[in-house]
Structures are given as C-alpha cells and as structure tokens.
C-alpha cells in the first residue's frame, strides 16, 4: 500500500519569500501524486497532479511541483509567497490500478507573515 | 456553480443519538466519497462510492453507515455517535477515470459529548 510523509507541520514564510512543501512518499512504482491546498472553512482544492511525462509539474495559484523518483518526493515550490496563499497544503498519492485510492498526507499549515 | 454540498456544518450531539450527514453535488459525478480528518493523522477514507446503489467501505468504516439511492447525493450515517467519532467530516466528488481530481464539499465538524 501506498502512503505519504509531509515532514514539515508549520512553516512560517514572509510575503514575497519562496515556499518549499516538502511530500516524500512510499509506493513500489510510479505513483500517481497530488497537492491539494485547505482554506480555513473550506474544503481541498486541487493545485496540482503527477501522472507521468514532465517532471516539473505547473498548478493554479503560481505553484510548481517536482517529482523526484530517485529521492521518492514531490516537494512543492512557489517563488513568491502572498498573503493569500496561507493555508493547510495536502499531499496525496495514488496507485495505479487502483484508481480512486489515494493516501493523504497531515498536511502542512503555511502562515505568511508581513 | 459546481459544488458539493454537506450539511450540517457544524453539529453537537450526544453519544448514541443517531445522526445523518447529507452530501450532494451538482456535476453529474459518478465517483463519490467520504472522509474524516483529525489532526496529524491527514485525511482517512470511510466509504466510497463508484456509482449509484454501488459502494465499499474505506479504511476506516465501523460505526458509519452510507447509501448512493442518487447519483447526487451520498448521505453519512453515524447510527449511535460515539466520542471517538468527533471530527471534521469530509465529502468528495469526481469524474469515472478522472484520477484524483477530487471535488471537496466544506467539510462538517461533528463533535460527538
């Protein structure tokens, strides 16, 4: 089975810095892989997917994924942070053949500071 | 606009009084689902559904009940809430095939005395 490890539980980061998420996740093959981005009172919205070709990935709101097989991550990157985009970032990943199977990560809450 | 709906949002009840926590979308999907999440555990699947009168359990389904009688709506049921089952609740919708492209309802937040 397959699961996820976002080794970072805050991160706090000054308007206008970049942002780094940091995903590491264990399936035995390709994974299938996923950011997803929590407003307070809301509910997940996707940023961003992994299926295979490129492995820099480009999502909503100005952010980039990478995926790195050698090094089993798919960290999340944006180069300048906003206020805005504090929030709970979700990593989730999916094995194929199982298609609506995915495991979430426990998130990682960004507070931007002014 | 397309949504998925929960309702309540905010409920406080008492272990043993049985609740139902309606969900519904508007997008025609096929693939629904529910979730809860507590802190530092991410979000865990308690059942799903493929497709109306079609559903299978998660990996956290005791003391949840579910039903897909609609494409629309897919309804969680806690038959006798117990303390452990207070949380934020969590329903998801998507496309057959669409892998991952979850649409999330709000989320509801039971807490369960």
């Known amino acids: 089975a397959q699961s996820v490890t976002q080794p970072d539980i805050h991160i706090t980061v000054s308007e206008g810095a970049s942002l780094e998420l940091r995903c590491n996740y264990s399936y035995g093959a390709t994974p299938y892989l996923f950011w997803y981005v929590q407003s307070p009172g809301q509910g997940l919205q996707l940023l961003l997917k992994?299926?295979?070709?490129?492995?820099l990935v480009q999502g909503i709101k100005g952010f980039e994924a990478e995926f790195k097989r050698s090094q089993s991550s798919f960290n999340l990157r944006k180069p300048s942070v906003h206020w805005s985009d504090a929030a709970e970032y979700v990593c989730?990943?999916?094995?194929?053949?199982?298609?609506?199977?995915?495991?979430f990560g426990a998130g990682t809450t960004v507070t931007v500071r002014a | 606009e397309a949504q998925v709906t929960q309702n309540p949002r905010y409920l406080i009840t008492v272990t043993g009084k049985k609740l139902t926590v309606t969900c519904s979308q508007n997008m025609n999907h096929e693939y629904m689902s529910w979730y809860r999440q507590d802190p530092g555990l991410g979000l865990r699947q308690i059942y799903y559904s493929m497709n109306v009168e079609v559903t299978d359990k998660g990996d956290v389904p005791e003391g949840y009940k579910v039903s897909r009688k609609e494409k629309r709506n897919f309804p969680l049921i806690l038959e006798s809430p117990s303390p452990n089952q207070t949380s934020l609740y969590f329903c998801?919708?998507?496309?057959?095939?669409?892998?991952?492209?979850?649409?999330f309802g709000e989320g509801s937040r039971l807490t369960v005395l």
């Open positions: 998801a919708s998507s496309l057959a095939g669409v892998i991952g492209e979850l649409f």
């Open positions: 989730a990943v999916g094995a194929r053949g199982n298609d609506y199977k995915l495991s």
């Open positions: 992994y299926f295979s070709g490129d492995t």
